[in-house]
C-alpha cells in the first residue's frame, strides 16, 4: 500500500471511529471537519463574510434590495465627515449567526468563540486584503477598566488576540486606554454617540510615533467609538490606522 492510500485508509478508520469528530463551536453539535473549520457544515455558510455593496470608508452596507450590483460609494456622513483611519475591513453584517456569536462572547463569557472567530476575520483579511501591509502593531479598542473588572475580559481583544495568533503579529494592549467611563452607546442617535466618546481614549505618544496600527472592535454601529480611539492614536503620531470590525449594524 502506498503512502497516500494508506493515510486515506486510516483517516477512514479515525473517522469510522469518530476520533476526528469535534463540536461546532456554534450550535455545539458534533461534526466531522473537513479541514481546520471550527463550525459545523449548518453554521459555517450563514458565517460567510458579507460581499455586498458597502461604504468604502465605514463599511456601512446599502440597504438588501439596493445591493445586487450596486456599487460601493460613500455614503453621506463620510464625504461630509471623513472618518480618520486610512481602511477598514469589516467581516459581516451583525445579523444572524455572527450576531449570536458575538452576544454569547461578550456577555455569556464565551470565550472559546474568539478563536473561530479570529481565524474566520484573518483568513477574510488575506483574502480580501492580499497586499495589505502587515501592521507594526495590533491594537483592539479597550474598555475602561472599571468596565474590564466588571466583565473580567475585553471581547474586542480576545477577538485581537485571535487574530494576532494567526497572523503571528504583536498585539498590544498598553499603547491606548479610556481616559473616562462612558454611558452606553446603545439607545443614542449618532450625534449623542460622538459626543459621548470624545476625548475618551489616550494614547502612548512615545510608542506610536510613525508606526502603522491595526485596531480592532468587535462591533461597529455608527462607528463614533471607532472614530474616538483612531484620532486619539493618530494625535499621538502613528502613521496610520487600520480599522477591523468583525460585524457592522446593516444600518445606523
Ligand atoms: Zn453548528
Ligand atoms: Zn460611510
Not at 483568513?123 to 472599571?146: E, G, I, Y
Amino acid at each position: 500500500m502506498s503512502d497516500a492510500a494508506l493515510l486515506c485508509a486510516s483517516l477512514r478508520l479515525l473517522r469510522g471511529l469518530g476520533l476526528l469528530e469535534r463540536r461546532c463551536a456554534h450550535c455545539l453539535t458534533p461534526f466531522t471537519p473537513r479541514g481546520d473549520e471550527a463550525f459545523c457544515p449548518r453554521c459555517l455558510p450563514p458565517l460567510a463574510p458579507y460581499r455586498g455593496a458597502a461604504c468604502p470608508c465605514c463599511g456601512l452596507p446599502l440597504p438588501p434590495a439596493d445591493r445586487a450590483n450596486a456599487p460601493s460609494v460613500p455614503c453621506g456622513r463620510c464625504l461630509s465627515a471623513p472618518p480618520p483611519w486610512a481602511d477598514i475591513l469589516f467581516y459581516g453584517l451583525y445579523e444572524g449567526t455572527l450576531r449570536d456569536c458575538l452576544l454569547r462572547l461578550k456577555f455569556s463569557g464565551e470565550l472559546a468563540l474568539a478563536g473561530p472567530l479570529g481565524a474566520l476575520l484573518a483568513k477574510h483579511l488575506q483574502h480580501a486584503r492580499p497586499t495589505a501591509r502587515m501592521p507594526d502593531c495590533v491594537l483592539a479598542v479597550p474598555q475602561h477598566p472599571v468596565h474590564l473588572r466588571e466583565r473580567g475580559y475585553n471581547q474586542a481583544h480576545e477577538l485581537a488576540a485571535a487574530l494576532c495568533r494567526e497572523l503571528r503579529l504583536p498585539l498590544r494592549h498598553d499603547l491606548l486606554r479610556r481616559t473616562r467611563r462612558v454611558s452606553p452607546q446603545a439607545g443614542l442617535d449618532a450625534a449623542q454617540r460622538a459626543a459621548n466618546v470624545h476625548g475618551s481614549f489616550a494614547a502612548d505618544a512615545r510608542q506610536l510615533a510613525g508606526a502603522h496600527c491595526w485596531l480592532l472592535d468587535d462591533v461597529m454601529t455608527t462607528g463614533s467609538t471607532a472614530r474616538a480611539a483612531c484620532t486619539a492614536l493618530l494625535e499621538a503620531g502613528a502613521a496610520s490606522v487600520t480599522l477591523l470590525v468583525m460585524a457592522r449594524t446593516p444600518s445606523r
